[in-house]
Nanobody, 121 residues
Framework: QVQLVESGGGLVQPGGSLRLSCAASRFTFSTYAMNWYRQAPGKARELVAAITSAGDNANYADSVKDRFTISRDNAKNTVYLQMNSLKPTDTAVYYC??????????????WGQGTQVTVSS
């Protein structure tokens, strides 16, 4: 059974940093694009950052650009989200997502269980 297990969430003060990790297993990680989403209470889930399967291109939501960095280590089947200069508005459950497309069509889509990030003084 496919597994995506997030870790690294917690409580941090405004201006602080956290590094989220997502360990993948039981699928060919290196062939999947990886995404980080987040969902704050009462809000829709939003895409925060995305990285290609090879790790050669990344995209970010405007709200996190220049503060967050997504990266991956295909040898370790792990994707990371480095979060700096955190704001209270970054408080949310963060989810790891693996997506595979063929000819532009999603053929596989997996989700982790989420990790809570709370930014508060």
């Amino acid at each position: 059974q496919v597994q995506l297990v997030e870790s690294g969430g917690g409580l941090v003060q405004p201006g602080g940093s956290l590094r989220l990790s997502c360990a993948a297993s039981r699928f060919t990680f290196s062939t999947y694009a990886m995404n980080w989403y987040r969902q704050a209470p009462g809000k829709a889930r939003e895409l925060v950052a995305a990285i290609t399967s090879a790790g050669d291109n990344a995209n970010y939501a405007d709200s996190v650009k220049d503060r967050f960095t997504i990266s991956r280590d295909n040898a370790k089947n792990t994707v990371y989200l480095q979060m700096n200069s955190l704001k209270p508005t970054d408080t949310a459950v963060y989810y790891c997502n693996a997506v595979k497309k063929r000819l532009g069509v999603v053929v596989a889509n997996y989700w982790g269980q989420g990790t809570q990030v709370t930014v508060s003084s």
